[in-house]
């Protein structure tokens, strides 16, 4: 515990780092001269990692989760030894800033592998992925995708992308079996659902599985509404989507938006029996829920999320609030987990070079992780195999795991009283 | 449909429509009498939002009272907008100047990113999510007020600009610069006070925005646009033309909301713009300059 947490510290190289690190230097360069073979060690003397995330802009709030997990990461990392494998190298996270743009994305990528980078994690928005795997894939450089869910991101036969998290589909159709299996067990039927999402690509995708899943389920999507992230007010889009009186209403989206979701169905007595968010930016969000106590209680949200029976988990979990002073969330998680990934692929390449890091990230087979889900492992197009969101709760104020059952904190709270109006 | 929801969208396009109103006026006005573009119109109303905020937060200070505070301020900072970084680019070419409200706006917001990080914040005041029903619509007090807020604003220009002597000066300048400095108006100090007005009346709008929506350092984004459209649509320069502009894209776009699929909502307010631009392109109700 003491060496997990002493890295968590996060403060400048201290004297002692310092100096021991500059006599190593020293040993290498004395046994370059003396013509040891063994000189690795001095050479590798870092790995540099890129990440690509829409730090400024739009999307500036989630992606510092984000960045908070890769941080956590990486300092755990290099706290306990580096790649031993590379004779301890230490991570060197390289940044890079999207602003959430297309074009930022492509240059920084290149950027970043021009000065060096051996993967690049990101980018967040899967516009901005669909158009750099490109970029990552000429330069046969790894791109371990965070957050970003479209499905056609591992489409066409790519090699180097890989994606540790549930896709588009893996996430609404597992999601939304998993609402479907809560309701079962507490007789209450869904049979009309209603969707909201952002136009995006992050929440088209979202809406178009929650419309192609219904025939399989047997529900009926009675409203599909797609809105502006930038909307300063939804109340028509609401109205609508109450006069079709659905059972459930599933909501895609980022911070603000989905908050105003929340608010005016709130206000405009919806009636569903749950207000359920789908990769939701805001429903699970500890912030989000802090702040909006009284709205939040009883939300649910399908999403990315630490597997609270894993002792490793809650660790990390409690790392996180100690150093950064906040509740880990679902970005925070997979900043965190997809770090150790490339971690764990370093340590079996134990190269620096690209593709055999590719080959060893192809190879994956990761039990020691923090998810809601069996060991992390990849198919031949990069998707991960075992990739499950977890359906989570705010109960009490705290987002609490409800599903899938094995990896359950506490029980649902089902149908929801307060969205039944 | 029913009638329910058509009530609903006519309320919520009132409502959103006078918020466009209120950050628009400004902006008209700036436009009118310094016939510049300020594309940092937005990120003026982004500081705006954080004064309230932290006045909220660190004081206590009720947002819709903070105006008496934020106004003046954001007066002074128009003025030194005006002075410092307008002014003296007046003979530049006119893209220059537009560039130049443009570099501003980017240089707030990366500052605003910079000292208070892209998160959201929100006042919450007892107020927040206050609300009655009209029939079956919902009336959300805090818009409501933002959206009253914008109709007393427009009065009070108006009135300001035809019964004081800087609104005469004022509104002499955005007819004609040159005779305006001919009869002796100080004409610079004329100028500043137009950006420090459009400033306050930004800042007006912030505080009346903070209690019913996040604060974030591109939090203008959401109205920014539409504040250009507002504007056109009014006629640049005609402040009441902007309030009714405002109406008119708050209405169009709830009604789109309420009546058409998915995200159309944007296309026809958008479409009303490129119209508008097409067949009347001094605006709905004449720009200040409509000869």
């Not at chain 1, 301890?88 to 800033?97: E, L, S, V, Y």
């Not at chain 1, 059972?247 to 919806?270: F, M, N, P």
């Not at chain 2, 208070?116 to 919902?138: C, H, K, P």
């Not at chain 2, 604003?153 to 002499?172: C, N, Y």
Request: with cysteine.
């Amino acid at each position: 515990m003491s060496e997990h947490t002493r890295g968590l510290s996060g403060g400048p190289v201290s004297r002692r780092t310092f100096l021991s690190t500059a006599g190593l230097t020293t040993a290498g360069a004395a046994a370059t001269v003396a013509g040891f073979p063994a000189i690795v060690r001095a050479q590798t003397r870092e790995v540099k990692v890129g990440y690509l995330l829409p730090v400024t802009g739009p999307l500036a709030y989630e992606a510092g989760l984000a960045l908070n997990g890769l941080a956590l990461a990486v300092d755990e990392i290099n706290a306990s030894g580096g790649i031993k494998s590379l004779g301890g190298a230490k991570i060197t996270m390289m940044p890079g800033d999207t602003q959430n743009k297309v074009e930022l994305g492509n240059s920084e990528a290149s950027r970043l592998i021009d000065q060096g980078a051996v993967a690049i994690i990101g980018p967040f928005s899967s516009l901005v992925a669909f158009s750099v795997r490109q970029v990552t894939e000429k330069n046969k450089t790894p791109f371990l995708l965070l957050a970003a869910v479209a499905d056609n991101l591992t489409e066409g036969g790519l090699k180097y992308i890989f994606r540790m998290q549930p896709n588009g589909r893996g996430m609404a159709t597992l999601t939304v079996n998993n609402m479907f299996e809560m309701a079962k067990n507490a007789n209450v039927p869904i049979k009309r659902v209603a969707m909201m999402h952002e136009d995006g690509n992050f929440g088209t995708t979202m809406g178009n599985h929650v419309e192609a899943f219904s025939k399989t389920m047997g529900y009926e999507l009675v409203q599909r509404i797609p809105y502006n992230l930038r909307s300063p007010d939804l109340t028509s889009e609401l109205s609508k989507v109450k006069a079709a009186r659905p059972d459930l209403l599933i909501v895609s989206g980022y911070y603000g938006d989905s908050k105003l979701i929340a608010e005016t169905a709130a206000k405009l007595r919806i009636g569903v029996s749950a207000l359920v968010g789908l990769a939701n930016a805001a429903y699970s969000n500890p912030k989000f829920i802090a702040e909006n106590r009284e709205l939040t209680e009883h939300l649910f949200d399908g999403n990315y999320w630490y597997n609270p029976q894993s002792a490793r988990a809650r660790a990390v979990f409690a790392a996180y609030q100690k150093k950064f002073g906040s509740t880990m969330a679902n970005h925070g998680v997979q900043g965190y987990q997809v770090t150790f990934v490339l971690k764990d692929a370093l340590e079996r390449a134990a190269s620096t070079d690209r593709d055999k890091i590719r080959d060893a990230i192809a190879k994956t087979n990761l039990s020691d992780q923090i998810l809601t889900q069996d060991a992390i492992r990849f198919d031949d197009s990069g998707e991960g195999i075992n990739a499950t969101p977890a359906l989570i709760q705010v109960q009490n104020g705290k987002p609490v795991v409800v599903g899938p059952a094995r990896f359950a904190e506490a029980k649902p709270v089902f149908p929801v009283p307060k969205w039944k109006g | 449909m029913t009638g329910g929801l058509l009530l609903q969208a006519v309320v919520s396009g009132l409502l959103l429509g006078g918020v466009y109103g209120l950050v628009a006026s400004g902006l008209s006005l700036i436009f009118g009498v310094l016939r510049i573009i300020n594309f940092a119109h937005g990120a003026v109303m982004m500081l705006a939002m954080y004064t309230t905020y932290w006045l909220f937060a660190l004081a206590g200070v009720d947002p819709y009272l903070s105006v008496i505070l934020t106004a003046p301020l954001f007066f002074a900072l128009g003025v030194v907008i005006q002075k410092v970084v307008i002014e003296p680019n007046r003979s530049a070419a006119e893209h220059n100047q537009l560039l130049l409200t443009l570099g501003l706006a980017l240089f707030f917001e990366n500052l605003a990113l910079v000292l208070w990080q892209g998160d959201f914040r929100t006042v919450r005041v007892a107020y927040s999510n206050a609300s009655f029903m009209i029939g079956e619509a919902l009336v959300e007090v805090p818009r409501l007020v933002a959206s009253g807020g914008a109709v007393l604003m427009a009065v009070g220009l108006f009135a300001f600009l035809r019964l004081t002597d800087v609104g005469k000066a004022l509104r002499a300048l955005a007819e004609e610069p040159e005779g305006a400095a001919l009869v002796g108006i100080n004409v610079a100090r004329i100028r500043a006070a137009a950006f420090g007005l459009g400033s306050a009346c930004v800042a007006v709008a912030g505080a009346l925005i903070t209690p019913f929506f996040y604060v974030a350092p591109d939090v203008a984004e959401s109205f920014n646009i539409m504040a250009f459209v507002v504007v056109v649509l009014g006629g640049m320069g005609n402040f009441m033309g902007a309030l009714a502009g405002g109406f008119i894209v708050g209405l169009a776009e709830s009604l789109g909301a309420a009546f058409l699929p998915g995200s159309l909502k944007q296309l026809v307010v958008f479409m009303i713009f490129v119209l508008v631009l097409l067949f009347r392109p001094q605006g709905l109700f004449g720009g200040s300059r409509d000869r």
